[in-house]
Every structure is written in structure tokens, then in C-alpha cells.
């Protein structure tokens, strides 16, 4: 078998097993590596460049919308889950503790950050004193721990990187207003940014953040037809002030609670990045996100090699001048066929391939890692055509993910239906839900199927729950979920 045709055999196809597929593709194109503590990775160079530069996206609109950065402790004393009831009977299990330091029993565990809702909390009540003090909007970027019993690289880790933003307001109109803008703000990336459609919508009681009033978010389909949970935004209402405290001079000058609300996404979206976008050859990275954007690669004879070689660097030049993430593998001891299947692995957007032939004709050809279709530029308008082209992958990308959601969603109404159609096709599954506890568990445990979120837009109205068959109070998204 040649170097070239045998290259991406080592990757699992989508087909066979999914989820063999994504640990070969995630391991093959050294995105991570297994640490040695169970449940934790090491994100390689190319993973965490693709952190990086969703930090950055999400960073400016964070800023954009009157935020800013802080940075709070790891350890967070037992005794701070103990004062909102709910946020620690849904982290408990998750919990890790610090009990030693010093060769020295601790007076009191510290929690070691499973999410900074009582750290910010206490610090609030601090910090505001009165109404003049409010908004406060702070975002912090940080890694957290969560004991996790199943792991999966990105998508499930016991200890993740993501950001969490915690503010405070004067009454409860102002919180759900930023609890929506910010759900909006990450709509707006994962689908504009990540090329990853959502739906948007609101939790169930059972599935919303531990201690929040009402959560939302956003979810996405993987190829293989399961739900990530792209984002969520929780609207706190004042359990968490009442709990630490947080109060303020009103402007009638008497003491009131705050509103309070939070919001995260976290390296789960390379995981979901991954999983939407992949194919048999590996990674389709978003242009937006990827490290490279554009790799060159000079083609032709050894005697040709340096004139070639002296345009391609002139190119290369022109579009790192433009803010294009640009490479070039010159290489002469790897042949190009061995070159095209590396970065089709490796999803880069665009390859730019330039030979003798191409440069005598003034052209040079660009190749759609989406597509594979192949297109002859004119090399003096290289810069305009290669940003048309990172424009053209993103719609390619963002048109060919909605198209598997649509041809993997299916409308259900009774309980037998949505088991059989489980059973047969992957996806996601609307369906009428009472509003009762039991009905939504007792899907859970028939079908291993979650309710996703009750979405803000559906193109039908289900009248009778799927259960019990009682008139149906919520339209629901009913998915299988990482």
C-alpha cells in the first residue's frame, strides 16, 4: 500500500463507529493526549490553538457587551455549598476536595472550582454597597473540576477549561435581559463563528442549573444524530444573593436583594466542532477558528523548485500581510499526494497548491477542504480570492450541518413512536410534554433519550404529552446527549 493512499485508513469511518472515529481523528491530528490522571487530557499545540481563538472571538464580544475580566480562587471553602441548598445537592456527586496541605489536616475542605457561583457571591456582598454599584458584569476564563464518572475527550473531561460570566442587578428585569443577550451572544458565535446551527430554548425544571430560577440554551446535532449542549445562560433570581447576602441601597433608599444571573460555554465546543463538522478524511475545521487557514503547498520538478518556491513566499507574504493564517510546507522529502491527505486530515480550510505550469498561466489553484472542489485563481488577486473562499467554506459548512439536522429531526407523539423511531434513525425528536417530573423520566428511562430544551421556536405545537397523553403544556426537544 503507498504513503499516500494508505494514510487516512488509520481513521475509523464515521459509519463503522463514531466514536472510534473521534478518538482516531482527535489522536491523529494531535489535538490532545491522555494525562496520566484519570479523566484529564493534555491539550496538544493544535487543540489549544483552537481554544485560543475562541477565547478570543468570545472575548471581544463579551467586552462588546460591557464585560469584563476577573480571576477567582480554585479553592472554594465546604461551607460556601452549604448556604444554597440546591447548588449543592446537584455538584455533590462531582465534588473533589482538598482535606491535606502541609502535612496538615485542613480546618474546613476546600472545594476544589466545580463553577464560582458561591466564590462570586461572597465577594459581591463586598463589592456592592449600592444601586450606583450595579450592573456589575464580570466574566471569568478558568479551568474547573468536575468527578466525572464518564469521560470523553473535549465533550467530557474531570477537569475542562471554559469561561463563566456572574453579574448583578437591581431588579429582575435587568437580569433576564442580560440572561437572554448573553444566550444571544452565544448563538451568534457558535453559528456565525463555529458554523454549528442551534436551537434555543429553555430547560425543563429537571435539567436546569442547580440553584437557578430558569435556564436556556443552546443545542446542537453531531453527526451521529446526539445532542451537545452548545451553551446555557441561568437567570439566578435572588436564591444565590439571599444565600451570600449581596445587597444594595435602592434609589428609594431602602436595602434590597440583587438579581443575579450566570453563563458558560467551555472546550466541550472543540468536542462539538468535531463531531458536527468531521468526515471520513478527519477534521473540517471553521476558518474562523483554525489555526491555519491556508496551507501552500509548491508543486513541481526539482529544477523549477526555486522559482516556484520564490512566488509561493511572495504569496504567502501578501496574505499573512491581509490577517490570513497562512503556512507553507515545502518539504522535498514528502510528495505532494502525501501532503494533500495530511491537511484534509488536519481540516485546514483552504490548500493553495502552485506549480511551474500554474505560474507561467499567472494562476494558482485553491482547494475547498469541504467541498474538494478545485479552482483556478488569478495570483494577482490572491488575497480577495482566498477571503471569498474562507466565506464560501463557512456557508458550505454552516448549510451542510443545518441539512443533516433537518433530515435527522422527526416529529413524535406518543412514547412507542419515539422508541421506534430511536431504534431506527438517529436525531432529534419534538414531542408534547404535560410538565410533569414522571412523564420526562419515564422517557429517560425507556428510550435513554433527555429533554433537550423547550425551543423558543418550533414549526408545530404538540396538543397531547407523549406519556401520559394529558394535554401537553411544552413543545420539547427530546434528544440522546453527550
Known amino acids: 500500500m503507498s504513503k499516500d493512499k494508505g494514510f487516512v485508513t488509520e481513521i475509523t469511518p464515521q459509519g463503522e463507529d463514531f466514536s472510534r472515529w473521534y478518538i482516531d481523528v482527535i489522536k491523529k491530528a494531535e489535538l490532545m493526549d491522555y494525562s496520566p490522571v484519570r479523566g484529564c487530557i493534555v491539550f496538544r499545540p493544535d487543540g489549544y490553538e483552537l481554544w485560543e481563538n475562541m477565547q478570543r472571538e468570545l472575548d471581544q464580544r463579551f467586552k462588546d457587551t460591557g464585560h469584563r475580566n476577573a480571576y477567582f480562587p480554585l479553592f472554594i471553602p465546604e461551607s460556601f455549598f452549604q448556604k444554597e441548598k440546591e447548588h449543592v445537592e446537584g455538584f455533590n456527586p462531582e465534588l473533589p476536595f482538598v482535606t491535606e496541605a502541609g502535612g496538615e489536616q485542613l480546618e474546613e475542605k476546600l472545594a476544589i472550582r466545580p463553577t464560582s457561583e458561591t466564590m462570586f457571591g461572597h465577594m459581591y456582598a463586598k463589592w456592592i454597597n449600592s444601586y450606583r454599584d450595579l450592573p456589575m458584569l464580570i466574566n471569568q476564563w478558568a479551568n474547573v473540576v468536575r468527578w466525572e464518572k464518564r469521560t470523553l475527550p473535549f465533550l467530557r473531561t474531570s477537569e475542562f477549561l471554559w469561561q463563566e460570566g456572574h453579574t448583578a442587578h437591581e431588579d429582575e428585569a435587568d437580569a433576564r435581559k442580560e440572561t437572554m443577550t448573553m444566550l444571544d451572544v452565544y448563538t451568534d458565535f457558535v453559528e456565525n463563528v463555529l458554523a454549528i446551527p442551534v436551537i434555543k430554548g429553555q430547560k425543563t425544571p429537571s435539567e436546569r442549573f442547580a440553584g437557578a430560577v430558569d435556564t436556556y440554551s443552546i443545542e446542537a446535532m453531531m453527526k451521529d444524530g446526539r445532542a451537545v449542549q452548545a451553551g446555557t445562560s441561568h437567570y439566578l433570581g435572588t436564591k444565590f444573593a439571599v444565600a451570600f447576602d449581596i445587597k444594595y ?105 502552485l506549480g511551474p505550469r500554474d505560474l507561467e498561466n499567472g494562476v494558482c489553484v485553491l482547494v475547498s477542504r469541504v467541498s474538494g472542489e478545485k479552482k483556478q485563481v488569478p495570483i494577482d488577486r ?51 410534554w404535560c410538565g410533569s417530573d414522571a412523564c420526562e423520566s419515564t422517557v429517560k428511562q425507556e428510550t435513554g433519550a433527555t429533554s433537550r430544551n423547550i425551543p423558543f421556536e418550533t414549526k408545530e405545537k404538540k396538543p397531547t404529552c407523549l406519556v401520559c397523553g394529558e394535554a401537553s403544556e411544552h413543545t420539547v426537544v427530546f434528544a440522546r446527549a453527550y
Open 382 to 432: 490572491i488575497v480577495e480570492e482566498v477571503r471569498a473562499l474562507l466565506e464560501d467554506v463557512h456557508r458550505d459548512m454552516y448549510e451542510r450541518a443545518q441539512q443533516f439536522r433537518e433530515e435527522n429531526s422527526f416529529s413524535v407523539d406518543t412514547l412507542d413512536e419515539l422508541k421506534e423511531k430511536l431504534e431506527v434513525k438517529r436525531g432529534f425528536a419534538l414531542a408534547g
Open 249 to 353: 441601597l435602592s434609589r428609594e433608599n431602602t436595602q434590597e436583594f440583587c438579581h443575579t444571573t450566570s453563563w458558560g460555554v467551555s472546550t466541550r465546543l472543540i468536542g462539538a466542532l468535531i463531531m458536527v463538522h468531521g468526515d471520513d478524511r478527519g477534521l473540517v475545521l471553521p476558518p474562523k477558528v483554525a489555526s491555519t487557514q491556508v496551507i501552500m503547498i509548491p508543486i513541481g520538478p526539482p529544477k523549477t523548485r526555486e522559482t516556484v518556491i520564490a512566488k509561493t513566499d511572495e504569496l504567502y507574504a501578501q496574505l499573512k500581510a491581509a490577517g490570513v493564517r497562512v503556512r507553507v510546507d515545502d518539504r522535498s522529502d514528502v510528495s505532494p499526494g502525501w501532503k494533500f491527505n495530511e491537511y484534509e486530515m488536519r481540516g485546514i480550510p483552504i490548500r493553495l497548491e
